[in-house]
């Protein structure tokens, strides 16, 4: 959920705190500097983890908001609030990338997600994953179902002071429309998401960071599960332009001249390290949290707070080893939740391989595919998933479901072998999981959408169905209508 906060006013900033904070990030981002310009990052071993965001249904399959009762009842510090009372999230171990890696993972975040559905029962809520649910209604987004956490509450506050008190305009079309103001982030709720961190090497994070741009587009594709917001059919992956909408906020015009928002794409590929984010960082994204700490400035406290409120679909991470040393990771933020936790890991697994085969390329793809080519195919996979055409390395436009199954999954497989993945985990996960779903042009929008447009617009019954589906532990591909 990101560093909470010791002040619950938004009042009690001033410019004053708002200079200090500036003044400590600047110091902190100038000692980072040092450190990438001294090789300082280490990582002995590659490293992976995930963060996975999730819902609480009541027995209707509406939102129930008992999030704070549920996450103290769980008492467990891998499992933690959200945004929302309707949402918490379930946080992985970090395990080394050799070996059954994702079947480790998965035994973890099984056992956690039992946890969950046991706990949960005694409040009358079942836990579901599911980018954006499809019974919400914008009646139950107020105050009283925003969690009690400080750092939300004030957030929404100072999102709306920078606006000038303007409202939020959340405004999208596909076979529907909306077009609605609100006066609260509280819409961030209606997005949750997989999270994938993998620790990368500091001579190769640019060429990861780029690689994961160029991944972005495919990984909404496989995974896309939005496609309902406050019962309006709308994109595949509709959590996209929701949750860009939800914090919205110009924070500096590019060199193309278009405005970067808080929750961005990016304005282009990384020319030499990862501290170019950060240097942006301080210098073209306002201040949300200016909560000032007197911790060591080595521990980065207000760097890391303030990158936490800057929501780049692929997050640049300062972490630390065991021994203290510090290490860069890049958290990829954009798949839906779910389906299930199969093909949560399958997602985490194709995703892996993904950037690896992209980020080892013998020509950087960043430099056969302009920045703005690969926007608009992530606006595309946003909108239609599998049934877009992006445009590729070879500048030609191709049909997704054929480049993923065709050109891009035999080289995910390639790359996963070479990176030391163990044979069982890629056949239970890429050739079980990712490869069917793709070349059915199934994914859990999709499958939503399949089932409304069979058995007409009664979401209460499809989350019944989605529930008893997920709770069966088949993968999406593999769910009846």
């Known amino acids: ?65 008992t999030g704070d009762e549920f996450i103290k009842a769980i008492n467990h510090d891998q499992i933690v609030p959200e945004i929302s009372r309707f949402n918490f999230e379930i946080n992985s171990s970090p395990y080394e990338l050799s070996g059954r890696t994702f079947k480790k993972l998965h035994d973890e975040v099984s056992e956690l997600w039992k946890k969950c559905n046991q706990e949960s029962t005694q409040f009358g809520s079942n836990p579901m994953m599911m980018g954006t649910l499809a019974t919400l209604r914008q009646s139950m987004l107020t105050n009283d179902t925003m969690s009690p956490q400080n750092r939300y509450h004030v957030m929404n506050d100072q999102v709306l002071k920078m606006r000038g008190g303007e409202p939020l305009n959340i405004r999208m079309s596909g076979r529907d429309i909306v077009n609605f103001k609100v006066d609260s982030v509280l819409t961030e709720c209606a997005a949750t998401s997989l999270q994938i961190h993998l620790s990368v090497e500091q001579d190769k994070a640019k060429r990861y960071y780029n690689a994961a741009s160029i991944a972005s587009p495919f990984m909404v594709a496989v995974c896309a599960n939005s496609p309902y917001f406050f019962g309006n059919e709308l994109w595949d992956e509709s959590r996209i332009a929701i949750f860009e909408q939800s914090v919205e906020m110009d924070c500096y015009k590019s ?14 590929y990384l020319n030499e ?6 240097e942006d960082n301080l210098d073209k994204f306002p201040i949300l949290l200016p909560e000032i700490s007197d911790d060591d400035p080595k521990l980065m406290g207000h760097l890391k707070l303030h990158n936490g409120t800057i929501w780049r679909w692929n997050r640049p991470i300062i972490g630390e080893n065991s021994d203290g040393s510090p290490h ?85 497989k390639n790359a996963l072998v070479k990176l030391g993945v163990h044979k069982d985990d890629i056949l239970e996960y890429m050739d079980n999981n990712i490869y069917p779903r793709i070349k059915k042009g199934v994914n859990g929008a999709r499958w939503q959408k399949a089932y409304i447009h069979m058995h007409g617009r009664k979401f209460q019954e499809l989350l019944e169905v989605y529930l008893e589906n997920q709770k069966s532990e088949k993968s999406i591909h593999e769910w009846n209508l």
């Not at 006013?9 to 003044?23: A, C, G, L, P």
């Not at 490293?47 to 609480?56: K, Q, S």
């Not at 060199?255 to 282009?268: A, H, M, P, Q, Y």
């Not at 195919?377 to 997704?400: E, T, V």
Request: aromatic letters at 12%; charged letters at 30%; a negative charge.
């Open 328 to 412: 860069l990771r890049i958290e990829h933020r954009t798949p839906s939740a779910g389906p299930t936790i199969v093909d949560t890991v399958a997602n985490a697994i194709f995703y892996t391989g993904l950037v690896e085969y992209l980020a080892n390329m013998k020509t950087p793809p960043e430099y056969l595919l302009d920045f703005e080519d690969l926007r608009t195919n992530f606006y595309r996979a946003s909108k239609q998933s599998f049934y877009c055409r992006p445009l590729w390395i070879d500048g030609k436009r191709h049909d997704m479901q054929q480049l993923l199954l065709n050109i891009i999954y035999p080289e995910v």
């Open 1 to 65: 959920m990101g560093k909470e906060i010791k002040n619950s006013n938004s009042s009690y900033y001033t410019d004053i705190d708002i200079q200090n904070f500036h003044e400590k990030l600047k110091a902190e981002t100038d000692l980072l500097r040092s450190w990438f310009d001294g090789n300082e990052f280490k990582s002995p071993k590659r490293m992976t983890g995930i963060e996975l965001e999730a819902w609480l249904v009541d027995k209707d399959m509406m939102p129930h908001a």
């Open 255 to 268: 060199k193309r001249g278009s405005f970067i928002k808080r929750v961005t794409l990016g304005e282009d």
């Open 273 to 278: 390290s990862l501290f170019e984010l950060f």
